[in-house]
């Protein structure tokens, strides 16, 4: 008998860097900007910034996905916390150019299956058809408020690192719809992804 395969949290960058050291090991899916790429012998790691917010994703995983400085993609993996920073890692500020739109592809590992169920609604880019089927009614989770400049990082932590396990470009994504989307989501489905991150909130007011 098989376990099925719990679905990632999806996340805006920050709320990954709000609670992300609370979330080691747990699968996750979020969407950034790439402003650099750190292409090693053994490891390619890839910062993303979206919302005056930074991350470094590793992509080691991700063979032969085509990654360009600039473009906007949706990662999805698990959530590392680096050891040494478990209790020291915080906020630190960062200010992060968008760089140009060369491209580069990584050639290492092939890609694990993801997390997520293939169903997600999430998934569907970059125009999300929103459910609007009956459901219990449930408090809304609300996200922070975009920021449409991708070009300047405020807000980072090098504790926490994605490991992604799939990769994909979505420019051209309406990043406003998608928030408003994701929202909807969180409301309508109480699936156990959206019952975690509710959780994890709930705490951090405490």
């Known amino acids: 008998m ?7 949290l999806v996340l805006s960058l ?30 390619t790691r890839v910062d993303i910034a979206h919302d005056g917010c930074m991350l470094t994703v590793d992509a080691t995983l991700l063979g032969a996905v085509r990654l360009n400085v600039g473009g906007l993609f949706q990662f999805s993996g ?7 920073h478990r209790e020291t890692g915080t906020f630190l500020p ?43 009614a449930r408090p809304a989770i609300r996200m922070f408020p975009p920021v449409s400049d991708d070009s300047v990082v405020h807000v980072t932590n090098p504790a ?11 420019d051209g994504m309406d990043l406003r719809l998608y928030s408003e989307a994701l929202e909807i989501r969180r409301q309508t489905f109480q699936d156990p ?7 994890f909130q709930a705490e951090m007011q405490q």
């Open 2 to 8: 098989t376990t099925a395969q719990q679905a990632a």
């Open 14 to 43: 920050r709320e990954v860097l709000a609670i992300g050291m609370n979330l080691d090991g747990v699968a996750v899916r979020t969407l950034g900007r790439i402003t650099s790429i750190d292409i090693q012998p053994t490891v």
């Open 78 to 84: 698990s959530i590392n916390v680096d050891s040494p």
């Open 94 to 136: 960062s200010r992060v150019p968008v760089g140009s739109t060369t491209s580069v592809s990584t050639s290492l590992t092939s890609a694990t299956a993801s997390t997520a169920s293939s169903h997600d609604p999430m998934e569907v880019a970059p125009n999300p058809e929103l459910d609007h089927r009956d459901h219990p």
């Open 160 to 170: 926490i690192v994605l490991r992604a396990k799939t990769g994909r470009c979505v």
């Open 193 to 199: 992804a959206t019952q975690a991150l509710a959780q």
